[in-house]
């Protein structure tokens, strides 16, 4: 029973595994096509793309730009999950339920109608397009997962050490930033990672919200637009060396920091 | 005691803690909605009140025809990615082992960090006629012609299932590592044999993992533009490629609003539906 | 207690001032340059080859932004700020649209070389308004059909017929703009372009839905060209030199006709906006585009070619093969502008459009 069961399981693994791989497969062969067109057959390895990559300012800057608007929406969607996870995880407030349904409520609706309620209400208010207005459509759809992940961790166990603190003299911000912080980590560092990996790809809010200075993904959106060209792959490709790399880093710090 | 003197002397405190998150979900969520809700009963030429949009989309079977579209795709992507997703998720909390699992799960989630607009189109590549699942198919001896799989709803479903059997793994992977042995090894104490247990012990306790990837699932798929637009070839429009079209070609917001708000109905619908499993609780 | 409140709520609100200062501050770092040019462009502009001399022969930036299709242009507009935008790029036959809204500014009439354009494309009718020059053609070209000259019979591509002939069933795509191919099929049954009225619209639909059955799919310009060139399709209905000549140099089978039915006439013009704070710089702008090595540039943007409307450009030999250069005023007399339809016309022919795109 055991044996075909293994067999079977490592067979149906290895599909998917196959599966998911596919188009990053796909993707890196193809950026080395020393032709112009991504298409078999494959006409051996050539780094002109990559070079063409780097030396596209479009792109470059667009890259910058999506580092940026994802470090800093992240940033003050999981501040602002992180506070108001705390408020209503410890206080007792009127409305309670009322405000977790309202924030985590964005969580129900796309990206895309999230982005054109800003577009929208940006005009009205005569607001340019830029990456400001981009990064406000971040926040607006990560805040809500911050929230959820963060507030779900706040066990109850937790008041007891924070009750703890307080008896020994803490402030409020000291429990916060000493207490309840270095507890939370792994959740702030959930939400925080999760909200940079989706702010960095997203495409509609950004899209709709930016006008000149774009984030990568948009500007390879345009780079489409003008036709079959390996320069794309290449993009992807090096997207996803800096992505292992980033993560590969990040394990490092982290089988570095996990107690024994 | 001390409970009771923290919190009246501490008032302000909560709310000033909760305002922020408040008050930007309000102004840039809320407030947009409201504006597109009344954008959506304006003309798109003129002023005044009318419920045209919403006519429009009633009485025109190619936009009332997206819907349906939108929904088929979704119900087809979610039913696939689940059933793909589970033995997997299975496999890699029960018979990687442990040491391995994070690791494991890190691979498949790995691909996922190229872009998701080139991932898309490496799809189309990869299913063309001469790329190379076609290739493989036919190399392999199992097809004599190329089998027409881009620019077809097949793409897209290929697209998105490929995204969403990765999501579902890992909420169905987290859900079976919280299980605790104790209910299996009580099943196994009153005799159930494997088959049993997982029918009746596993698969159930698993359900919030499986419901809270479909709703994900569902909700991401309805909403996304760039899969069916890249890989659907324009046949078969669905209503997010239809709001686009107005936004982008028309300009038309008061039609896109009517579309949108729609589209959201459909959404809350199935929110409330699955209401039991998305719970934010507290561990 | 009550201090630590207000302490923390402080602390708080600084830091959130801290952060939005944080993002305004980034945005005003982005490079402001002393002067700086917003262009609304179709991607062929954004071509480094065609701005980077510009630029540095003027001292200025060349803000681009993409668009596909006057609706879209028009929309981007609408959304933005008077002043936001100083050229734009449209279709020849739309500049009255944007004349009508009152966004374009005459330009003068003396300091571009009108003399000098190929005289089927200056299209007085449409780039002139009461008498004043709102745009000039820039870049012309062909909405014909596209194909693969060793998949599809080129003598079957002369006759729009073939198209809808089951001989080619799935091996066709469609180019994705409804005003080019409502005005071939309108040249199918033997309407003219700009003679079209709504009573036309139901038999031009039974063609583009004969069409669609034939197609496997309807795309814009990336999809067209992968499709032509990965082979997925063999003919490009609506396609044209701004398809084939980018791809001509890879793949040398590519091609394109124009029936005995005719083919519809793409011409883009540059205007100047009315609002633009720059009309100087955008005046150079336009100067150079229509300049004899601007127009060469152009005419072999990276994202499309086209034909120069400038009978001056500086093209090569090999270039002006590729692009049938003396073959053009043949090609002219046989083809029509796009269709300009009223804005209510235009509406049910977009709405005919979306219900052609969901049949089967």
């Known amino acids: 029973m055991r044996a075909p069961v293994k067999f079977l399981s490592v067979g149906y693994a290895a599909a998917i595994y196959t599966f998911i791989f596919l188009p990053v497969i796909v993707l890196v062969v193809f950026s080395l096509q020393s032709t112009a067109f991504p298409i078999p057959p494959f006409t051996g390895p050539s780094l002109r793309w990559y070079a063409a990559v780097l030396n596209d300012t479009r792109l470059t800057s667009a890259l910058i730009n999506s580092l940026i608007v994802a470090s800093i929406s992240s940033a003050i969607a999981v501040a602002l999950g992180f506070l108001s996870a705390w408020g209503l995880a410890r206080f007792v407030l009127v409305g309670s339920a009322a405000m977790r349904s309202l924030i985590t409520l964005p969580l129900t609706v796309s990206y895309l109608i999230i982005g054109m309620g800003l577009v929208i209400l940006f005009n009205m208010a005569g607001l340019p397009k830029s990456l400001l207005t981009a990064g406000i459509g971040h926040v607006v759809m990560n805040l809500p997962l911050c929230f959820a992940i963060i507030y779900s961790q706040m066990g109850d166990h937790q008041i007891n050490i924070e009750r703890a603190a307080r008896d020994l003299g803490a402030k409020e911000w000291q429990v916060l930033l000493m207490v309840t912080m270095p507890v939370m980590w792994p959740a702030i560092f959930a939400s925080l990672f999760l909200s940079m990996t989706f702010s960095w790809d997203e495409f509609v809010i950004s899209f709709l919200l930016t006008r000149f200075d774009t984030t990568l993904p948009v500007e390879i959106w345009n780079l489409l637009r003008s036709g079959l060209n390996p320069k794309t792959n290449a993009v992807g490709s090096l997207v996803f060396v800096v992505s292992v790399t980033f993560a590969i880093i990040l394990e490092l710090i982290l089988l570095r920091r996990r107690p024994s | 005691m001390r409970q009771r003197e923290h919190t009246s002397t501490v008032r302000v405190l909560p709310w000033a803690l909760v305002a922020p998150a408040l008050l930007w979900t309000l102004l840039f969520f809320v407030l947009p909605f409201l504006a597109m809700g009344l954008l959506s009963l304006t003309p798109h030429e003129g002023s005044g009140i009318t419920l045209s949009n919403y006519r429009q989309f009633f009485t025109n079977p190619s936009y009332y025809w997206a819907m349906i579209n939108s929904l088929e795709l979704t119900a087809m992507v979610t039913v696939i990615s689940v059933l793909l997703a589970y033995p997997f998720a299975w496999i890699l909390a029960e018979q990687v082992p442990v040491h391995w699992q994070r690791l494991a799960l890190l691979f498949a989630v790995l691909p996922f960090w190229t872009s998701y607009v080139v991932r898309s189109y490496s799809w189309l590549l990869a299913l063309s006629e001469n790329g190379i699942i076609n290739d493989a198919l036919m190399g392999s001896g199992l097809f004599t012609h190329a089998l027409q799989l881009a620019n077809t709803r097949v793409a897209t479903v290929i697209g998105f299932v490929h995204f969403f059997v990765m999501l579902l793994t890992l909420t169905i992977f987290a859900n079976l590592k919280q299980l605790s042995p104790s209910y299996r090894k009580a099943a196994a104490d009153l005799g159930a044999g494997p088959v049993n247990i997982f029918i009746h012990v596993i698969l159930p306790l698993t359900l919030p993992g499986i419901m809270v990837g479909a709703f994900l699932t569902f909700v991401l798929t309805i909403g996304d533009y760039i899969t069916p637009q890249i890989l659907g070839g324009n046949n078969a429009l669905v209503m997010s490629q239809l709001i686009m079209m107005q936004i982008g070609r028309r300009g038309d917001f008061p039609l896109a609003s009517a579309l949108a708000l729609i589209l959201m109905a459909v959404v809350t619908i199935a929110y409330i539906a699955c209401a039991r499993w998305l719970k934010i609780e507290r561990t | ?360």
Request: net charge negative; proline share 6%; charged share 25%.
């Open chain 3, 1 to 360: 207690m009550s201090i630590n409140a207000c302490t923390s709520l402080k602390r708080r609100l600084a830091a959130f001032a801290l952060t939005t200062v944080a993002l305004v501050g980034v945005e005003a770092l982005s490079p402001a340059s002393a002067t700086e040019l917003n262009a609304l462009i179709w991607c062929d502009h954004a071509d480094p080859a065609l701005l980077k001399p510009f630029e540095d022969a003027n001292g200025v930036k060349v803000n681009v932004k993409e668009f596909e299709g006057t609706g879209a242009g028009l929309a981007i507009v609408e959304q933005s700020q008077p002043g936001d935008w100083d050229v734009m790029v449209i279709d020849s036959i739309d500049v009255p649209r944007g004349v009508e809204k009152g966004l374009f500014e005459p330009l003068p009439e003396d300091k571009l070389p009108f003399g000098d354009l190929f005289p089927e494309v200056t299209m007085d009718s449409s780039t002139k308004v009461d008498g004043k020059r709102y745009g000039i053609t820039e870049k012309f070209g062909f909405n014909a059909v596209g194909f693969n000259n060793s998949k599809a019979d080129p003598a079957d591509m002369q006759s729009l017929n073939s198209l809808v002939d089951s001989k080619y069933k799935g091996r066709i795509a469609i180019y994705d703009y409804y005003l080019p191919i409502i005005g071939m099929a309108a040249l199918a049954i033997g309407k003219k372009t700009a003679e079209l009225t709504e009573g036309d619209l139901p038999a031009i639909k039974e063609v583009l839905l004969k069409l669609k059955a034939n197609a496997k799919l309807v795309g814009e310009i990336t999809a067209s060209q992968t499709a032509l060139a990965t082979g997925e399709v063999d003919i490009l209905v609506g396609g044209g030199e701004f398809v084939t000549a980018g791809l001509a140099k890879e793949n040398p089978a590519l091609d394109f006709s124009i029936p005995k039915e005719g083919a519809i006439l793409w011409s883009q013009s540059l205007a100047m906006f009315s609002t633009s704070k720059n009309k100087d710089m955008a005046l150079k702008f336009i100067q150079y585009v229509m300049s004899p090595e601007g127009q060469a540039r152009l005419a072999t943007s990276s994202c499309y070619w086209g034909m120069p409307a400038n009978k001056m450009a500086a093209l090569d030999d090999a270039q002006k093969i590729t692009l049938h250069f003396d073959q053009q005023p043949d090609f002219l007399k046989r083809a029509q502008p796009y269709p300009a339809p009223n804005a209510d016309l235009d509406k049910k022919m977009q709405d005919m459009w979306t219900e052609v795109l969901q049949a089967q």
